[in-house]
């Protein structure tokens, strides 16, 4: 089973003084972080656990039909 995830993504400042947001395919939680990161080559490992606070707290909506997982798109300001 798949689930589209619609995750805020924190961008420290001097970075970003915004933010952004990430629209994920995944099985799980799991699987929608390392989709992430591994898209996001400026995360530092030090922001990981925000990054899972927000997976945790996104919109997660059950998808119909069983899609490839992957990052739909991404907005990062």
């Not at 947001?21 to 898209?39: G, P, Q, R, Y």
């Not at 899972?52 to 119909?64: D, F, G, M, V």
């Amino acid at each position: 089973m798949k689930y589209f995830f619609v995750v805020d993504h924190f961008v420290p400042f001097p970075s970003s003084e915004y933010g952004g947001l990430w629209n994920v395919i995944a099985s799980d939680t799991e699987e929608c972080f390392d989709l992430i990161v591994s898209e996001d080559d400026d995360m530092y490992p030090e922001h990981y656990g925000k990054l899972r606070e927000n997976i945790e707290k996104a919109n997660k909506y059950q998808l119909a039909d069983e899609l490839e997982s992957q990052v739909v798109e991404s907005f990062l300001t």
